[in-house]
């Protein structure tokens, strides 16, 4: 391989990692809070993909299908459709994801671990074949909102689409962390997270923690349906399936709980999967998948805590 080609896939695993360390964030929070996978995460990320899709095509349909479909957006029209996108998903999957806690984990709270685990299973199901009745089963072409065009730093190229990409995945990863770090709620979180019991005789509401949680991790999740539209150009009411579990799977190499290590872990897990599959699809095999998911049980048997995580002590 010459280096210009390891550069570039790198930037092209780089992209699809941003992704799956935006989706990762959800999974990593709410197990911190309350110690739940919650399986559900990325068919949640699917709706945010699907509710961002009807609101641009409600309000710049026809300017999007003009041409045959080729209709490109500029100037405040374009600023205003992304902002539209983000928010319509952002704001309805936050609000998915409370009534999903609400009705399905919090009467679960102190039922076996096996309970919400199984409920989580459920209700992933019950979101995918709700859109799919809903939307049919047929792929969705996402519309493109920009032309798109490359620039050159010597002989390696990133597309403004990229760029779009990791930056704002990266925006929202920073105001994440800073949320989490430099604010009440954040420490109110923390607190939660390092002993419930502790924190709610200083004052802290866990449902509160829990129901907050909960709308963060699945505004980021909706978020990450609409970087995930305008980068693929395409959605299914099955995305969230295979996104989901490696998400999950970056989740637990960066360490499950642990936010810098879901980040690590999703750009990991991109940049592993462009390599494996770029030279996978050079020799007839596509193997990028099984690799992925191969790593995440080596993980399990020789890190279960993941890169950053810390080693757990059971509470007597």
């Known amino acids: 391989m010459s280096l210009t080609y390891i550069l570039n896939t790198l930037i092209a695993g780089l992209t699809i990692g941003a992704l799956y360390a935006l989706i990762a964030l959800g999974y990593t929070l709410v197990y911190g809070i309350i110690e739940l996978i919650n399986f ?47 928010a319509v998903s952002m704001i309805g999957c936050a609000i998915l994801g ?115 949680t909960f709308f963060i991790g699945s505004a980021l999740a909706g978020a990450a349906g609409v970087i995930w539209g305008i980068s693929q150009n395409s959605i299914d009411y099955h995305m969230g399936f295979i996104a989901g579990l490696k998400a999950f799977t970056a989740a637990v190499l960066g360490g499950i709980g642990n936010i810098r290590g879901a980040v690590l872990g999703g750009l990991a897990i991109g940049v592993l999967e462009q390599f494996v599959e770029t030279v996978g699809n050079g020799s007839g095999l596509a193997w990028s998948e099984t690799v992925v998911f191969l790593l995440l049980v080596l993980v399990l048997v020789f890190r279960p805590t993941g890169f950053l995580g810390a080693q757990v002590v059971e509470k007597a």
């Open 40 to 86: 559900a995460h990325g068919d949640v990320f699917m709706v945010g993909g699907f509710l961002s899709w009807l609101a641009l095509n409600a309000v710049y349909g026809k300017q999007l299908n003009a041409n045959g479909g080729a209709g490109i957006l500029t100037g405040a029209d374009l600023i205003i459709s992304i902002l539209l996108a983000f």
């Open 98 to 212: 409370v009534i999903i806690e609400r009705f399905a984990y919090r009467p679960l709270r102190r039922a076996p671990r096996l309970a919400p685990l199984v409920t989580a299973i459920g209700v992933s199901f019950i979101l995918e074949n709700t859109v799919q009745l809903w939307q049919g089963a047929t792929t969705k072409n996402y519309p493109s909102l920009m032309d798109q065009t490359y620039f050159s730093v010597g002989t390696v190229s990133i597309s403004n689409i990229q760029i779009m990409v990791i930056g704002s995945s990266l925006v929202l990863m920073v105001a994440l962390l800073l949320l989490v770090q430099r604010t009440r709620i954040g420490r109110a979180m923390r607190a939660a997270a390092q002993d419930p019991e502790a924190a709610t005789m200083m004052g802290v509401d866990i449902n509160q923690v829990i129901t907050v």
